[in-house]
């Protein structure tokens, strides 16, 4: 009995445990994710709407959909915020933190759910169509709500980039990460043993 006990507590606790635990190769590899993403958008970013050069788009989206493919919504919430917060002292600021962790988390989560119920490539497909759309509602919403206190904009101005910047932006940005994922994920994944 004493046996079983310190087994049970053993297995609670260990950094090896397989399963839904956090082993530590997933730890390790979570924090690869987090440091290839905060490299990515630190120093790869750039406009993709001629004259919108406010607008930036870099590829961390890309690294958090493929931790959360290849390891679950866990992990791509994890690599979807973490790398954000260096963004605190550039000069995004605290806005362009908030900002960029509401689109990439409302992209990963609901694409990387569900693929975790259909790990195929129709399930990566379905959940990259429904993080699509969850992503770019939740960033205009978010441009709404959170632009007019960050930037002292008022809200109908806001409004009025709506159709002719944002929407085409967010389009254009979750097409690329969407694209992209589904391209290099499986190869990713592979290379990782998973």
Known sequence: MATQIASARHDSHSTTAQGSGWSTKRIAITALFCAVAAVATLFIEFPLLPGVTFLKYDPSAIVALIAG???????????????????????????GMVMA???????????????????????????????????????????????????????EAVVDMIVPTLLPFNLIKVAINCIATALVYKPVAKALGN
């Open 69 to 95: 493919f290849a390891f679950g919504p866990a992990t791509g919430a994890v690599v979807s915020i973490i790398p954000y917060l260096p963004h605190i002292a550039t000069s995004g600021g605290i806005y």
């Open 101 to 155: 962790i509401i689109a990439t988390l409302s992209l990963v989560l609901p694409a990387s759910l569900v693929y975790q119920r259909n790990t195929t490539m129709q399930g990566a497909i379905v959940g990259l169509v429904i993080g699509a759309i969850v992503s770019i509602a939740c960033t205009i919403v978010a441009n709404l709500f959170i632009t007019p206190i960050f930037m002292g904009a008022p809200r």
